[in-house]
């Protein structure tokens, strides 16, 4: 059977971008559920105008730019690259929820891709050096853990996505599940998620853009509002998220 390259990629990118994906990011609505309580967002178009700015100049334009460096460091066998980007990464965080919540997904993905059956020889030495390299959950204690977008950016060179539909991936990731956190937060309604995550499909591929071309001393953001958010979100009485 003749398999078309392309729709392979898709396949393979599908299922890295799949709510079903057992990494736990259901659990997670970065500062989502503290905003629909305090009455920030109460409409589509509140949420709407929050993720949008979120997507051009919050932290998530950055974190698909280290998941393309981690993709790079992959596919270049450079151990010590993927290293410094995630101690960059954990060191970026503002509020401990967000880092626990990017370490937990990202130990998670991580073990399921050395779960996954479709191990090629040529990958397996640098796969044993990241695994030996990178910390995973028992440091967590220690201050050190493994971050989701680096995680995401080894597993998409490992699957052969190639670098443009990795940010966009990432980011369409991001988006979708910031989008469900909102629907059980707020009663929208499954249909008006999907109606956002569809108006929101240009800055998507605007911040992926944007994510591919960013040099590393362009890596800044102005997220002070999710960062407020998330920090407020701790203390809040009754949780369904753990962000």
């Known amino acids: ?26 659990s997670y609505s970065e500062g989502i559920e503290y905003l629909c309580s305090n009455g920030t967002i109460q409409t589509e178009s509140d949420l709407c105008d929050w993720l949008k700015r979120e997507m051009h100049s919050g932290f998530v334009t950055n974190e698909a730019a280290i998941a393309l460096r981690a993709h790079q460091a992959m596919l270049s066998n450079d151990i010590t690259a993927l290293n410094y980007w995630n101690n960059w990464l954990s060191a970026t965080r503002e509020t401990e929820e967000v880092r626990l919540a990017s370490w937990q997904m990202g130990q998670s993905l991580m073990k399921l891709w050395w779960q996954l059956p479709d191990h090629q020889d040529d990958q397996l030495a640098i796969r044993k050096s990241i695994n030996e390299l990178l910390p995973t959950a028992k440091d967590n204690v220690q201050g050190k853990g493994c971050n989701y977008a680096i995680a995401f950016g080894i597993v998409a060179a490992s699957l052969g996505i190639d670098a443009s539909n990795t940010t966009v991936g990432y980011m369409y990731s991001w988006l979708s599940n910031l989008v469900s956190a909102a ?28 994510a591919l071309k960013r040099s590393d001393d362009e890596l800044e953001w102005c997220g002070w509002g999710a960062s407020l958010a998330c920090a407020n979100h701790e203390t809040q009485y009754s949780r369904l998220f753990r962000s």
Do not use: E, H, K
């Open 183 to 210: 629907v059980r937060s707020v009663p929208f309604g499954q249909t008006t998620g999907q109606q956002v995550i569809f108006r929101l499909s240009p800055d998507i591929l605007r911040s992926s853009q944007l």
């Open 1 to 26: 059977m003749i398999i078309n390259p392309d729709s392979w990629q898709l396949l393979r990118l599908l299922q890295l971008t799949s709510p079903a994906l057992p990494v736990g990011a259901y």
